[in-house]
């Protein structure tokens, strides 16, 4: 559920404005796409990720 969201939400990432708690929250979900993506890597998952 949590990569669904990340994949589907981080557009909207660079439409915030830089306030502690958006930019806090930008970051976190930042880490939580590369682990992500790290995994896909590590366990050859074969996910594709579009750069945005």
């Known amino acids: ?4 969201a990340v994949v589907l939400f981080w557009p909207a990432a660079f439409f915030m404005k830089g306030d502690g ?7 976190r979900l930042k880490g939580e796409m590369q682990a992500i993506e790290q995994v896909n890597r590590i366990k050859n998952c074969g996910i594709t990720f ?3």
């Open 50 to 52: 579009a750069a945005m």
């Open 21 to 27: 708690a958006a930019a806090a929250e930008v970051a």
């Open 1 to 4: 559920m949590t990569t669904v």
